[in-house]
């Protein structure tokens, strides 16, 4: 039996809804995604959904989509365009964690580390199509003061760890530098203030291809064509050997001097690769041609694909910030990782990669004989449920022919008969129809399995995709 | 060892934060719930957190406090007043469970059971103190045309179960019925549209006392003194045994014949007592002062108190909407229940009256003998992992005793040191001081149940609240 997993009518478009079976599969994420967050010793937290405008918008990034709220029955005058007092809905989990931080510092111990799974919301136009309100799975980890190298390493291992328990291809996490990419552009003789926009054009290598981004470093960014050729040897650099990737970098140089900071870069970026290489074959390469996040991360940064699935873009990314968070005394650096779990679910889900074996936890349906004795019935399932087996009671007392494909409709694997004047009850596996004496003291099903929805790829183990519907 | 379980601090009244302790609470709460509902058959949905405000106002709640979006970055001219295009956050669970229905009507199996658990917002004023977000956890069964009484029972029957299995005080439902408290008072000759009046007047019993109430029914609501003093005792009318209520509610009739409806609703509400008591004895008792609700559910009603928290008011509450949806040609009638989950939350960790073993999932912290062997705790602790063992690695390789009290504040019961040169690893357990060989591909706790924080009452079992910071 297997029931095919889709998405809900969703009457507003950027709002994505589940059906029930979608919903065991996004439960299924979740759960395993907290499960090897515990493993490792995050704390779960949640904030509220709402900060002050001035929070969201602490970091100068007023372009970002927020939703504003205002109350329907407002007070006249109430209106406000005080950022400290106007509220808006959070538009991911590091600001808010930012704040958490913060607010709490005085009772936190610190190295702090969470994870933080939760609805975030963003104000986009309608009509583009993007979600407007969805899942994120944050890990992040925050120090008080300092916060050792080694949590660069830990956050994608963790993260990787636990995409790696999911039923969905294999993800590989791509890192880079922030002091790598700006300490090499300083040895080109980039000015300072090119950066931002060497890494603007740069970012688009995959969009628009290697010759255009040189022309445009040159045409629009200004730089010498010797500077823009370099910096496409750089952003060619990849592979996860650390002293081939520092050999690799340093040459593109083409004789320029490296600077202290790329030296330093470079370091950090060579000791996550051997760390990681060590704990977790192939789960991380370096990427130098990632350039989005360098602006705001100030080491380590994180994007990670899919494979077969690349132009989904990053499944989960994140960085080092060596300020996450501070109040003018104490600084909090922090290093963190977060998956976009709405866009990664709707792939997996929309692709028709998944099935569920059915869309309740049922596992038993209990018959009724007839309306009066419906209170056995009850009986058995409360028995069932009391040894967690869970179970529900037929609505109909309809024939037994109606009763089971009620039951098979819903993916329900056993029906239950209670025994009519004194005989023993039966229980019947609808799938293969065997039916066997049962006591609901006693009785679990022959497939320990059975008792919880599964998960499995689409048409795997001779189950056929729209067997059901 | 225990932890004390405190809310965070929250820097805008009425969005409650809690610190990682409370949160294991609240995570504890929500997964026995869902463990309890998935027993009993109810899916689980989430729907999203938005609404047009026209489904929102749909029952014409206009009164309601209702947070509105609207975008930061809006269009000029993008502001609407038309309530179908305006969006605002949901507000409860049930009014965006019966627009799921009917979006999906076509695919959905009748009767539908989920269950739902989510935050929900009230745009309410800032200085009063509400809870402006709080999570709140329903179930309810929708049929498509007919919805027969046992799942009026099964509803409370359902969640009596899953309170009783939280760590907290007897929760005692009481029952009334719309059906009965109309058709009384039509027996009265009380006229159909001083009903509302007289169900808001009665509703203020507990507060104001028998005898304001009748000089406001007959003052302000226009009832003859024999009406108002039937009413009182009416509302005076509770109990378990389903004989006694019907004679009690008869008798109070003082001689006034009842009406079909009176009679229709009587036979509800003793169907309801029978099942219950015979299912779990003194879980639900008919209360006929129940008036709340009274307006907009039709047929059973539902509140819920704590023992020795009554003034906490309602813990759970509910009831059957004879049309919860319609879409012109079909009808859907519902009965559920919902928790206000943070409400409890909060009463239950104001009041200290539970605590945690510790507030970090982690059983093991792997002690660091210097940084040149982190490598080594690494490994020891991703073996523990992989068998289901939260662990983490000591943040400092500083001396032992500094590690054990790293250990120690965050109430992790166990500290593991790897053996140097050869020799064993030991595992101390450091509440008794106990240590002992340990080989991290084998060892388990002495006691499973250290493997997860515990919740256990406050100052219970040799457990001294306060002992830890």
Redesign the interface.
């Given at each position: 039996m297997a029931v095919q997993v889709?998405q809900?009518?969703?009457?507003?478009s950027g709002?994505?809804?589940?059906?029930?079976a979608a919903?065991?599969v996004?439960?299924h994420f979740i759960d395993t995604l907290r499960r090897t967050f515990?493993?490792?010793?995050?704390?779960?937290?949640?904030?509220?959904?709402?900060e002050?405008?001035s929070e969201l918008t602490r970091k100068g990034e007023?372009?970002?989509?927020?939703?504003?709220?205002?109350?329907?029955?407002a007070?006249p005058g109430e209106e406000t365009t005080d950022p400290a007092r106007q509220?808006?809905?959070h538009f991911d989990l590091t600001v808010p964690f930012a704040?958490?931080v913060l607010?709490?510092a005085g009772?936190?111990?610190f190295?702090f580390?969470?994870y933080q799974i939760q609805?975030v919301?963003r104000?986009e136009?309608p009509q583009e199509g993007r979600f407007?309100?969805f899942i994120q799975a944050d890990i992040d980890v925050v120090g008080d003061g300092a916060l050792?190298l080694?949590h660069d390493v830990e956050m994608p291992l963790v993260m990787h760890e636990a995409l790696s328990a999911l039923p969905i291809p294999a993800v590989t996490i791509h890192v880079s530098n922030r002091k790598v990419a700006q300490g090499f552009y300083q040895a080109l003789g980039i000015r300072e203030e090119q950066l931002p926009e060497v890494l603007r054009v740069v970012d688009k290598l995959d969009k628009i291809g290697a010759g255009r981004v040189a022309t445009e470093l040159v045409d629009v960014v200004g730089v010498t064509p010797a500077q823009a050729e370099a910096a496409l040897r750089l952003a060619e650099i990849s592979g996860a050997d650390p002293e081939q990737v520092r050999a690799d970098v340093l040459a593109a140089l083409s004789g320029a001097a490296p600077t202290e900071l790329l030296l330093q870069g470079l370091d950090e970026l060579s000791e996550l690769l051997r760390?990681a290489g060590?704990?977790r074959p192939g789960a991380i390469v370096a990427d130098l041609k990632i350039a989005r996040g360098l602006d705001y991360y100030t080491g380590t940064v994180y994007e990670s694909f899919m494979a077969g699935h690349e132009d989904l873009g990053s499944v989960c990314s994140g960085g080092r910030y060596d300020s996450l968070a501070s109040d003018g005394k104490r600084t909090f650096p922090g290093v963190g990782i977060s998956i976009g779990l709405s866009r990664l679910l709707a792939r997996v889900i929309g692709s028709g990669m998944l099935e569920v074996t059915r869309?309740?936890?049922?596992a038993v349906l209990v018959a009724v004989t007839d309306e009066a004795h419906?209170?056995a019935s009850?009986?058995i399932a409360?028995a069932l449920?009391s040894r967690?087996?869970?179970?529900?009671v037929s609505?109909t007392a309809a024939k037994y022919g109606k009763q089971i494909r009620f039951a098979d409709?819903?993916g329900i694997p056993y029906v239950w008969f209670p025994g009519a004047d004194g005989e023993p009850d039966s229980v019947k596996d609808i799938r293969s129809g065997e039916q066997v004496r049962s006591d609901a003291a006693t009785w679990i099903p022959s497939d320990e399995a059975d008792l919880a929805p599964r998960l499995h790829p689409a048409g795997e183990a001779g189950i056929q995709a729209g067997e059901r519907d």
């Open positions: 889709r809900a009518q969703s009457s507003l709002f994505p809804e589940w059906l029930p919903r065991i996004e439960e515990e493993l490792h010793g995050f704390c779960g937290i949640e904030t509220r959904a709402v002050p405008l007023t372009s970002k989509e927020v939703y504003l709220l205002s109350r329907l029955q007070d509220l808006g809905l704040r958490y607010d709490n009772t936190l111990h190295p580390k969470r609805k919301w104000g136009r407007r309100e050792p080694y760390s060590r704990r869309a309740v936890p049922t419906r209170g009850d009986s409360d449920r967690g087996i869970a179970a529900d609505p409709r819903r």
